[in-house]
T-cell receptor
Framework: AQKVTQAQTEISVVEKEDVTLDCVYE???????LFWYKQPPSGELVFLIR??????QNEISGRYSWNFQKSTSSFNFTITASQVVDSAVYFC????????????FGTGTRLKVLA | DGGITQSPKYLFRKEGQNVTLSCEQN?????MYWYRQDPGQGLRLIYY???????QKGDIAEGYSVSREKKESFPLTVTSAQKNPTAFYLC???????????FGSGTRLTVV
């Protein structure tokens, strides 16, 4: 069965610290897609990144980086030199090529960056 | 610009009333979704639709109803049968499994 686990419910860091948000997934498909979304206090979810199952290259975008490891079924998200504006809830999600259009979301990790 | 519009942003409902939340998209996406989010919680799927005139129940469909008469529109009705409707409701659309969701800005529903 498909499942996305974000074991960290809440993380607090001091500004300028690095922080990693964990995401572990389960799927029987060989072709699937993984996503990260950010939900700031305003409520709207913002797309951050998409990765397909055949592309295990790590991705870096400014202070954000993502580490995809099929061997451990993980798609972790690291924020370098965190800032107060990074405070949000972050969701990891999975979709499968053979599945319906219904995506599977993790329960989210609330990140608090303290000044 | 293409996107999803949810209205209203805030909605107050009296006990026993039905209310309808609007969701419109101009992205030409086939699939649309409704999620409910309670404070400090994750997203729970209420209904989704992969094509016009067809929709499926999600994990918490009881007390809700939807319609999909047009590709652009997927309104959600919160009926009086929904015991605890106070929550944040998010609408989303998707063009398939590869591309991710686009979310609306949400409607915060409060029962008074």
């Amino acid at each position: 069965a498909q499942k996305v686990t974000q074991a960290q419910t809440e993380i607090s860091v001091v500004e300028k610290e690095d922080v990693t948000l964990d995401c572990v997934y389960e799927t029987r498909d060989t072709t699937y897609y993984l996503f990260w979304y950010k939900q700031p206090p305003s409520g709207e979810l913002v797309f951050l990144i998409r990765r397909n199952s055949f592309d295990e290259q790590n991705e870096i975008s400014g202070r954000y980086s993502w580490n995809f490891q099929k061997s451990t079924s993980s798609f972790n998200f690291t924020i370098t030199a965190s800032q107060v504006v990074d405070s949000a809830v972050y969701f990891c999600a999975l979709s499968e090529l053979s599945g319906t259009y219904k995506y599977i979301f993790g329960t989210g990790t609330r990140l608090k960056v303290l000044a | 610009d293409g996107g999803i519009t949810q209205s209203p942003k805030y909605l107050f409902r009296k006990e026993g009333q039905n209310v309808t939340l609007s969701c419109e998209q101009n992205l030409n996406h086939d699939a649309m979704y409704w999620y409910r989010q309670d404070p400090g919680q994750g997203l729970r799927l209420i209904y989704y639709s992969q094509i016009v005139n067809d929709f499926q129940k999600g994990d918490i469909a009881e007390g809700y109803s939807v319609s999909r008469e047009k590709k652009e529109s997927f309104p959600l009705t919160v009926t009086s049968a929904q015991k605890n409707p106070t929550a944040f409701y998010l609408c989303a659309s998707s063009d398939g499994v590869r591309y991710g969701y686009t979310f609306g800005s949400g409607t915060r529903l409060t029962v008074v």
